[in-house]
């Protein structure tokens, strides 16, 4: 609920360290150019992940094989250079994040944690209510960075509840 949300130190030095950073929405259309940066993270973050080796056709599918109003929200630096993406389904009430990735060459800046940040105030700007940050497993490590947005949400018995790590 991003009326909730309220970010905290580390938030706001990600937002500094990504001031050179400029946002781009495109229609849902899978290039080589996304596809690189793709990759280049998944050998990083996820390389036990079968995600990992995916190739240029089934990211393609990932980002364009969609029923929904889709866009890839694309940053990039002041050189022009693609430094992060987001695919992200444009719902009623808000935007659902459905998978973030970027270089790792920024990533000592909190740059996956700045793309949420930068989520959440798009949200906002929009005037919609919600940003949806998608599935939590209490048990994957690699989806613990969740919890630290304030507002933060759980469904439970069809009723959205505030959720407490």
Request: hydrophobic share 30%; net charge positive.
């Amino acid at each position: 609920n991003v009326s909730k949300y309220n970010p905290n130190r580390s938030m706001k030095r990600a937002k500094k360290a990504a001031e050179d950073i400029e946002c781009f929405e495109r229609p849902p259309i899978a290039t080589r150019e996304q596809y690189e940066l793709f990759y280049e993270y998944q050998k990083y973050r996820h390389l036990d992940s079968d995600m990992a080796e995916m190739n240029f056709n089934e990211y393609r599918s990932m980002i364009e094989d969609t029923p929904v109003d889709t866009c890839v929200y694309e940053f990039r630096d002041m050189n022009s250079t693609l430094v992060a993406a987001s695919l992200t389904d444009k719902v009623k009430d808000g935007l659902s994040g459905i998978y973030k990735f970027f270089t790792p060459n920024r990533s000592k800046y909190s740059l996956g944690s700045w793309i949420i940040d930068w989520h959440i105030e798009e949200t906002i700007r929009l005037k919609l209510k919600y940003d949806y940050l998608g599935y939590w497993i209490k048990e994957s490590s690699k989806m613990s960075y969740k919890s630290k947005f304030k507002g933060l949400e759980k469904l439970t018995n069809n009723k959205w509840k505030d959720f407490i790590n």
